[in-house]
């Protein structure tokens, strides 16, 4: 079944949330470590025991006796080595003691690199999802694109290279199921995205933030085959003079499999900044990705 969910945003008013979370800012909490700054109270503890000792006091922040701590991701430094001779850096997480998981692969969009995630892929980790990210070609601390740096958005001989590595890696590693592997993406990531489920066997669902469909086509370089299956779609209606929502709404369409779409009225919000602007709807994309991978 499709849906189509439209969130209405206004310059001035604050921005309100359409995918059903109850989050309000999609911030990270940092842990609380106790440290306060307030002064020492066990010389006011009661003595009900009557020793002259003071009666022990629960930590309420300690774990509860049979509670069962989440395992945080193991997170390995790797180099990828793509068709073409390039290094690529790239950061695999996986859920520590857990055999075979389904996958994830994180591509960022121009002038950035994978720490543009910041801590998503914890939280696929603690979902039982590993997680693969990387630099893109001419971004962080791979090697440099072949040509002019602009020349990856559209190049079928670069970009798409570095995701076939990525995706190759997932698919042989003894830690995942190599027919459970899914991408998202923003902006050019977001394209390559939805290159990688066309030409690579194995990826099953995407989620594809500002998409556009003319460099996709040039990516994948054969137009004739940009059918895909389960996509999650996201675009601001007034990114690119309309472009990203039009292109979202034509992958949707076309797709086989599950989809959502979501469009942000009176946004021009691209990539990134969409997960920024919008930081309460990340959690429904991450849930319905990780809800795709496990059917």
């Known amino acids: 079944m499709k849906r189509v969910w439209v969130c209405l945003v206004a310059a001035a008013l604050v921005w309100g949330g359409c995918s059903g979370s109850d989050s309000d800012d999609g911030a990270t909490q940092a842990p609380d470590d106790g440290a306060d700054g307030g002064s020492d109270d066990s010389n ?53 003691g857990v055999s075979v998981l389904p996958a994830v692969l994180l591509l960022h969009q121009f002038a950035e690199d994978q720490s543009q995630w910041g801590q998503m892929p914890q939280r696929f980790g603690e979902a039982g999802v590993a997680v693969l990210t990387l630099d893109l070609r001419g971004h962080g601390g791979s090697d440099p694109q072949n040509g002019a740096p602009t020349d990856i958005f559209r190049d079928p001989n670069q970009a798409p290279l570095d995701v076939a590595a990525a995706v190759a890696f997932l698919k042989a590693s003894p830690l995942v199921m190599p027919e459970r592997l899914g991408v998202i993406g923003t902006s050019v990531g977001a394209n390559l995205a939805v290159v990688a489920m066309v030409q690579q066997q194995g990826v099953e669902a995407i989620v594809s933030i500002s998409p556009r469909l003319s460099a996709i086509e040039d990516l994948a ?43 942000y009225e009176n946004s021009g919000a691209h990539g990134v900044d969409v997960l920024e602007a919008f930081p309460q709807d990340v959690e429904a994309m991450e849930r319905w990705l990780v809800d795709a991978l496990s059917l």
């Open 221 to 263: 370089g054969n137009p004739a085959q940009l059918a895909v299956s389960s996509i999650y779609c996201v675009a601001g209606d007034q990114d690119g003079g309309g472009a990203q929502a039009d292109s979202c709404r034509t992958l949707v369409e076309g797709a086989t499999g599950s989809t959502e779409l979501l469009i």
């Open 44 to 96: 006011n503890a009661p003595d009900d025991a009557g020793d002259g000792e003071p009666d022990a006091v629960a930590d309420e922040d300690a774990p509860m006796e049979g509670d069962v701590p989440e395992a945080m991701p193991v997170e390995q430094t790797l180099t990828l080595t793509t068709d073409d001779g390039k290094s690529l850096a790239a950061t695999f997480f996986h859920p520590d």
